[in-house]
């Protein structure tokens, strides 16, 4: 038993419609009038297959295909319909529409699982106008509440929850999703790489184990705004000068090392004129890893260069941490499950750390939640060149579709047998 990959294709490039763009890409932001389009698109999609439909507070979609009740509670696949401003075909979608297409294979051979078996599209995974990424996943695991979303409003002034209506949810149906939870047994999110690890190995696909930890600060470095012309080198304090080595300290670090990242992506120089030296550069620090020890390893080892770098060439350098996010171990269990079916398949595959946060992270701590990744050609995410190749996405469907198959038999209660 197999997926239709040519159904599945087509439901990728039929979903695309949605929100494309004249740059050949999709911008499909929550809550915008394309994203209301495919919701309908999807829910009707899901009603013609028979499955029962359930809108949560948050405005998740939930679509379950009934089981044998042997087993209770569901077995969960799925992802997000939204995109980022000019994205991709594949950036949540895949996820989605694999989902489908599973429970549609399963159907299309009379099988009944001991579980059922549900599909999920969250709401708002990408960052949208309201700033809240990983909204509805967040918010059904209980990590937002109806509380601290009331007054939320985006950049017009329109507030969340009134959106949230306009879709089929709303802050008074929130305390209906904690009732939910003990229902979801197990969630396996599809998703594209984003990154070339499996590209550089020529590897279709990787069971994802963890899903690393994230801190970012606020970097303020302050030197002395002086003329241009009339300061000569050696009495300079260059802010800018000084931030640059800090920033380059960054990546030879994190180059160094190899388990990994760090990024200034966000820079401000001031006062930003051409004959002025620069007085002030504010500048946002990232560092992924997959533990918090190597972590605080890179950020006392960068700042140990960055204390150098202060006293040579006399700036005041001032940081203040506003996120530090702990890694997420994925369940061990359906990482073996996993593991065991690409083995048995005779498909190569690999166990890799997630460099960014998906809705498995937060399901991750209601449930027991894995990822797989399909090979992202050239690493391209967030952009219309996203492509993975159809006959990876057709190894990595089948790989779910038995891993679906082999949880349900194995998962009893709230154990796992591997």
């Known amino acids: 038993m ?11 490039e039929r979903y695309s419609e949605y929100g494309k763009n004249e740059h050949g890409g999709v911008t499909r932001p929550s809550f915008s009038y394309e994203d209301h389009q495919v919701r309908r698109l999807f829910i009707d999609e899901l009603k013609e297959m028979g499955l029962q439909i359930t809108i949560d507070g948050a405005a998740n979609i939930w679509g379950k295909y009934k089981g044998t009740g042997k087993k209770k509670g569901s077995i969960v696949i799925g992802s997000h319909l939204d995109s980022v401003p000019n994205g991709g075909n594949y950036d949540g979608p895949l996820g989605v529409l694999m989902a489908k297409e599973i429970i549609q294979t399963i159907k299309d051979h009379n099988i009944l699982l001991d579980h059922d078996i549900e ?4 709401t708002a995974e990408e960052s949208n106008d309201f700033n809240l990424s990983t909204f509805g996943s967040r918010c059904f695991v209980g990590r937002l509440t109806s509380g601290m979303l009331e007054n939320i409003r985006d950049s017009k002034g329109v507030l969340l929850s009134e959106e949230l209506k306009k879709v089929g949810g709303g802050l008074d149906k929130f305390p209906e999703m904690k009732n939910m939870h003990n229902d979801k047994k197990a969630f396996i999110e599809l998703h594209i790489e984003q990154g070339q690890r499996l ?7 990787a069971v994802i184990n963890s899903v690393v930890g994230t801190y970012r600060s606020f970097v303020s470095v302050k030197g002395d705004p002086n003329h241009s012309g009339t300061t000569m080198m050696v009495n300079r304090r260059d802010a800018l000068t000084a931030a640059s080595e800090m920033i380059l300290e960054v990546e030879r670090y994190c180059k160094s090392k190899g388990n990994v990242v760090g990024t200034v992506g966000k820079i401000n120089v001031i006062p930003n004129a051409a004959n002025i030296i620069p007085g002030q550069v504010d500048f ?10 190597i972590i605080h390893e890179a950020v006392d080892s960068i700042q140990g260069v960055w204390n150098e ?16 996010q702990k890694p997420v171990i994925l369940d061990q269990d359906m990482v073996s499950v996993l593991e065991n079916t690409a083995r048995e398949m005779n498909e190569p595959c690999l166990t890799l750390p997630s460099m960014a946060v998906h809705d498995a992270a937060h399901m991750a701590s209601i449930t027991k939640s894995v990822m797989v990744f399909v090979k992202s050609i050239g690493g391209k995410s967030h952009c219309p060149e996203e492509f993975s190749e159809p006959d990876d996405i057709e190894k990595v469907g089948n790989l ?4 679906v198959i082999q949880l349900d038999r194995k998962i009893s209660g709230k154990e796992i047998s591997v």
């Open 2 to 12: 197999n997926i239709t990959l040519s159904r599945l294709l087509q439901d990728i």
């Open 119 to 122: 599909i999920v599209s969250f």
């Open 199 to 205: 590209e550089n190995t020529n590897i279709p696909m």
């Open 284 to 293: 946002i620090l990232e560092i992924r890893a997959e533990s918090e020890e």
């Open 309 to 324: 770098v202060s006293c040579r060439r006399k700036v005041k350098v001032n940081q203040e941490v506003f996120l530090d």
């Open 400 to 403: 779910i579709l038995q891993g």
